[in-house]
């Protein structure tokens, strides 16, 4: 997979004529959603560079990335005499990056896209390191190939008016980042004021965090080996987003992943030693900052089926990433059973409920 450039903009406007020009094309068309388009559009039309572009609208939300909006992509694409030479551009969350990214991968078995991602998440996980699908079937991300993106120009000032869920979702990919790499990058995001953001400082706490995803992607960029680091929280996670939306109460995908780092922090705890001291730590600033997600103990077994179906399990072995210490990362880990009921059991008694 060929190395994608990530660039922490100062200006959007000048790194976007860059990337532009860098992409040789006949033709320019740019996704966006419903309110990337009516928010980030009017600005992006002004410069050179776009007034000519086609513009192409689904609909916002996880609900939307389906193979009904690929497929009304694909269409415009075609009709408006997208060819192989054409470039995209996809303006958004990480579902218009995933499912644009995706498009551009397909259509005429491939053309060239750059990413323009809108939210936190987006900025430090979706848009970055290739990955790309739809969800099919009620499986999320179930269709998809890793395909990188040319340029992803990450523009911080689009943080300013993202509402505290989504800040604090995205947030959770950065404490992943944190733990997998460096106590230092850990303590700095624990003692970040998530309620008062200086904005200055988390710039600079999202470029080292797209920093420790490209190092990861590139010496995995398919998900072979380390990549799996990146996984951290999201086993345990997935299961619980996917029963939060099995009983119509649905999560943003980062709560579903600190929840999901409580549990395996203390699987990594019981298995491989991670120390107490600084799995209180997380524990704490998780509590303060994403509250609870409660379920009870007759739920357990559906939340250990969901687990048993997740893509990142092999020969029916549920595989978790864990960590001996900051940085330290264990992949291939499994658990039985008993052990996940007791993982539950410990999320609970921790986060009260
Ligand atoms: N979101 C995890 C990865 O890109 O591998």
């Known amino acids: 997979m060929s190395k994608q450039e990530v660039i922490l903009c100062t200006k959007l406007e000048t790194s976007l004529a860059r990337a532009i020009e860098k992409c040789q094309h006949d033709k320019l068309f740019i996704l966006t959603d419903e309110h990337t388009s009516r928010l980030c559009m009017p600005v992006l039309r002004q410069t050179n560079y776009l007034k000519e572009a086609v513009e192409i609208t689904i609909g916002a939300g996880d609900v939307h990335k389906t193979l009904e909006s690929l497929a009304a992509v694909w269409q415009v694409l075609s009709s408006q005499g997208a060819t192989r030479h054409s470039l995209l551009i996809n303006i958004g969350g990480g579902m218009v990056t995933d499912l644009g990214g995706f498009a551009a991968a397909t259509f005429k078995r491939g053309i060239t896209y750059i990413n323009i991602p809108t939210t936190l998440l987006a900025m430090v996980d979706a848009s970055v390191g290739g990955k790309t699908g739809i969800n099919f079937n009620g499986l999320k991300n179930e269709v998809g190939v890793f ?10 000032e689009f943080l300013r008016s993202l509402n505290a869920e989504n800040f604090i979702s995205g947030y959770a990919e950065m404490l992943k980042h944190g733990l997998i790499s460096n106590t230092e990058h850990w303590a700095e995001l624990l003692n970040f004021n998530t309620q008062a953001i200086d904005y200055d400082h988390l710039k ?42 099995a009983e119509n109460r649905p999560l943003l995908h980062g709560y579903a992943v600190a929840w999901g780092i409580v549990c395996e922090l203390y699987l990594s705890h019981i298995k491989v030693g991670f120390p107490k001291d600084k799995m209180r730590q997380t524990i704490q600033f998780i509590q303060e900052n994403y509250g609870v997600f409660a379920f009870d103990c007759k739920q357990y077994d559906q939340l250990y089926a969901l687990m048993q179906h997740d893509k990142k399990n092999t ?33 609970r008694e921790c986060m009260g409920v």
């Open 315 to 347: 020969a029916g072995a549920i595989n978790f990433t864990l960590l001996e210490d900051i940085g330290v990362i264990r992949i291939n880990q499994t658990a039985d059973k008993e052990t996940i009921f007791e993982m539950f059991d410990f999320y």
């Open 147 to 156: 395909a990188p993106a040319a340029s992803v120009l990450i523009e911080t």
């Open 204 to 245: 600079q706490l999202v470029g080292q965090s797209v920093q420790i995803k490209e190092e990861i992607v590139m010496q995995d960029p398919f998900e072979h080996g380390i990549r799996k680091a990146l996984n951290l929280g999201h086993t345990a996670g997935h299961a619980i987003e996917s029963l939060a939306l």
